[in-house]
């Protein structure tokens, strides 16, 4: 089954957007690219999701960022070799999300050759990704980094 999930990008969106923590929580992935390098996620404006301001929750705009990079990665870097983790994250605030909420997910190749070329040897990597949460007028709400710990399966390590 997982196999299908990252081998078609379609398969995967469908079946994220259907899981629970996305669903009941507003979160939809709209578009993913078919080398799993691009999303774009929103948060739908839904009483549920507003806190006693009247703005977007925090912890709703923190889940719409939770897991898209390390499943990117398996995406890109394979689920069958790699173990990929949400290590740490950390979340700046910078204005009032009213309304839907929109954030763009890249990985580049330079991030994809460091990381592989990190992982070679067996070792551990803890790659850095940023991604902002937007209104629909372009305003930056929320500025979110996403630290993942990356490593080649036992199977794929060189032996020691």
Same mark, same amino acid.
């Given at each position: 089954?997982?196999?299908?999930?990252?081998?078609?990008?379609?398969?995967?969106?469908?079946?994220?957007?259907?899981?629970?923590?996305?669903?009941? %929580?507003? !979160?939809?992935? @709209? #578009?993913?690219?078919?080398?799993?390098?691009?999303?774009? !996620?929103?948060?739908?404006? $839904?009483?549920?999701?507003?806190?006693?301001?009247?703005?977007?929750?925090?912890?709703?705009?923190?889940?719409?960022?939770?897991?898209?990079?390390?499943?990117?990665?398996?995406?890109?870097?394979?689920?069958? $070799?790699?173990?990929?983790? +949400?290590?740490?994250? +950390?979340?700046?605030?910078?204005?009032?999300?009213?309304? $839907?909420?929109?954030?763009?997910?890249?990985?580049?190749?330079?991030?994809?050759?460091?990381?592989?070329?990190? %992982?070679?040897?067996?070792?551990?990597?803890?790659? !850095?990704?940023?991604?902002? @949460?937007?209104?629909?007028?372009?305003?930056? @709400?929320?500025? !979110?980094?996403? #630290?993942?710990? @990356?490593?080649? $399966?036992?199977?794929?390590?060189?032996?020691?």
């Amino acid at each position: 089954m997982r196999n299908l999930f990252f081998r078609h990008p379609f398969l995967f969106r469908w079946v994220m957007n259907l899981w629970p923590p996305f669903l009941f %929580t507003g !979160v939809k992935i @709209v #578009t993913i690219s078919p080398d799993f390098r691009y999303a774009r !996620v929103d948060l739908k404006w $839904r009483p549920w999701t507003r806190n006693i301001n009247n703005t977007q929750f925090g912890g709703s705009l923190y889940a719409m960022t939770d897991p898209l990079y390390a499943l990117m990665l398996f995406g890109c870097l394979g689920w069958d $070799r790699y173990l990929i983790w +949400d290590k740490k994250a +950390d979340i700046e605030y910078i204005a009032p999300g009213k309304g $839907r909420l929109t954030a763009e997910f890249h990985i580049e190749d330079d991030q994809l050759h460091s990381i592989k070329a990190a %992982t070679a040897s067996g070792e551990k990597c803890f790659p !850095v990704f940023t991604v902002n @949460v937007r209104d629909r007028e372009g305003n930056l @709400v929320c500025h !979110v980094e996403r #630290t993942l710990y @990356v490593r080649l $399966r036992h199977r794929y390590r060189p032996a020691s």
